[in-house]
């Protein structure tokens, strides 16, 4: 298990009592390390709900030292998330380090590093991501160095990375509805999703590019902005993209939408969520059912009193 805080050490160490074999954990801490993304997806800077605070360690690993069936084996951070430098997993297995010396002084032996995630992907032509080879090789040669001068052995690496394998293996498809023209303001059009399906926009104001998919040859003729279709003005696919000109009907595809779409999508406006699909060599077989507004209603329930019993009338 991974252990983030006070509580989840306290109550680990209750239930390793009562067990018979030791139970192994690994320690979430606060790696301080500022990355450049967008202030709500930094996780790893001191001012963090995540992982303990490192001027607590001397007090968590003292604490850890005198728990018997407590195994302390690992440390976890995380940095962050769609980071572009490799300036913040060159400074983690440095920070890491320190505290595995640390953990060393209290006779704890950690043989498990956990560097978390955080690899960005390219949501626009702008955007410009290290590799995952780069990546792997900033944290593994950064580990190795850190560890050659402080004369380690090696540990295990073990890496998180979610974004980066599968965000740009996803594209979500929208039907084009209405369209809207304010006289020297934008044009907006409609399409028959939005946040409940892709809540980065509202939530982090992200950017993505997207096609009309049935006129991919079509020149960009003009600058519209997609809206989404819940009630609020907020719900904005993309702001200002070029397009060929966009028809009720068309299929607007907006691209690299595998991480963080699905996962955190949501009812809102009691919006079922969209299907998926997975398609190979032209063929494409379901993989997420479409959802019902029966699905939607399924955990609703009618408390007994507000049902009437009364048949007479
Ligand atoms: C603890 C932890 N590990 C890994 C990840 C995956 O991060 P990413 O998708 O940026 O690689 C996250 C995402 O928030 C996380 O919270």
Same mark, same amino acid.
């Given at each position: 298990?991974?252990?983030?805080?006070?509580?989840?050490?306290?109550?680990?160490?209750?239930?390793?009592?009562?067990?018979?074999?030791?139970?192994?954990?690994?320690?979430?801490?606060?790696?301080?390390?500022?990355?450049?993304?967008?202030?709500?997806?930094?996780?790893?800077?001191?001012?963090?709900?995540?992982?303990?605070?490192?001027?607590?360690?001397?007090?968590?690993?003292?604490?850890?030292?005198?728990?018997?069936?407590?195994?302390?084996?690992?440390?976890?951070?995380?940095?962050?998330?769609?980071?572009?430098?490799?300036?913040?997993?060159?400074?983690?297995?440095?920070?890491?380090?320190?505290?595995?010396?640390?953990?060393?002084?209290?006779?704890?032996?950690?043989?498990?590093?956990?560097?978390?995630?955080?690899?960005?992907?390219?949501?626009?032509?702008?955007?410009?991501?290290?590799?995952?080879?780069?990546?792997?090789?900033?944290?593994?040669?950064?580990?190795?160095?850190?560890?050659?001068?402080?004369?380690?052995?090696?540990?295990?690496?073990?890496?998180?990375?979610?974004?980066?394998?599968?965000?740009?293996?996803?594209?979500?498809?929208?039907?084009?509805?209405?369209?809207?023209?304010?006289?020297?303001?934008?044009?907006?059009?409609?399409?028959?999703?939005?946040?409940?399906?892709?809540?980065?926009? @509202?939530?982090?104001? !992200?950017?993505? #590019? $997207?096609?009309?998919?049935?006129? *991919?040859?079509?020149? +960009? /003729?003009?600058?519209?902005?997609?809206?989404?279709?819940?009630?609020?003005?907020?719900?904005?696919? @993309?702001?200002?993209? !070029?397009?060929? #000109? $966009?028809?009720?009907?068309?299929? *607007?595809?907006?691209? +690299? /939408?595998?991480?963080?779409?699905?996962?955190?999508?949501?009812?809102?406006?009691?919006?079922?969520?969209?299907?998926?699909?997975?398609?190979?060599?032209?063929?494409?077989?379901?993989? *997420?059912?479409?959802?019902?507004?029966?699905?939607?209603?399924?955990?609703?329930?009618?408390?007994?009193?507000?049902?009437?019993?009364?048949?007479?009338?």
């Amino acid at each position: 298990a991974s252990v983030d805080n006070w509580l989840e050490l306290q109550t680990t160490a209750q239930l390793a009592e009562q067990s018979s074999a030791p139970i192994r954990i690994m320690l979430r801490v606060t790696p301080g390390i500022e990355c450049h993304t967008h202030e709500y997806i930094q996780t790893g800077h001191l001012d963090s709900k995540f992982g303990f605070d490192p001027e607590q360690l001397d007090a968590v690993f003292e604490f850890v030292s005198q728990q018997p069936k407590l195994n302390c084996i690992g440390l976890h951070a995380h940095i962050g998330s769609q980071i572009f430098e490799l300036q913040p997993h060159t400074d983690l297995p440095g920070v890491m380090t320190q505290w595995l010396l640390q953990a060393k002084q209290y006779g704890i032996s950690i043989t498990e590093l956990d560097v978390g995630g955080g690899l960005g992907i390219r949501y626009t032509q702008t955007d410009d991501p290290p590799s995952i080879e780069q990546w792997v090789q900033t944290v593994s040669k950064g580990i190795e160095a850190a560890c050659q001068t402080h004369n380690l052995p090696l540990p295990k690496l073990i890496a998180e990375p979610g974004r980066s394998l599968i965000g740009s293996a996803c594209i979500t498809a929208y039907t084009v509805g209405s369209s809207k023209t304010v006289p020297g303001i934008r044009t907006y059009i409609a399409v028959d999703g939005g946040m409940s399906d892709n809540p980065r926009p @509202i939530t982090y104001q !992200s950017s993505y #590019e $997207a096609i009309i998919a049935n006129r *991919l040859s079509a020149p +960009a /003729t003009q600058t519209v902005t997609v809206a989404g279709k819940h009630c609020e003005s907020g719900d904005i696919v @993309i702001k200002d993209i !070029s397009l060929p #000109e $966009a028809m009720a009907g068309d299929t *607007l595809v907006v691209m +690299a /939408t595998g991480a963080y779409n699905y996962s955190m999508a949501s009812n809102y406006n009691r919006v079922p969520r969209p299907a998926a699909v997975i398609v190979q060599d032209g063929s494409a077989s379901l993989i *997420l059912q479409r959802e019902t507004y029966d699905d939607l209603i399924q955990y609703d329930c009618i408390p007994d009193h507000l049902i009437s019993h009364d048949h007479t009338h």
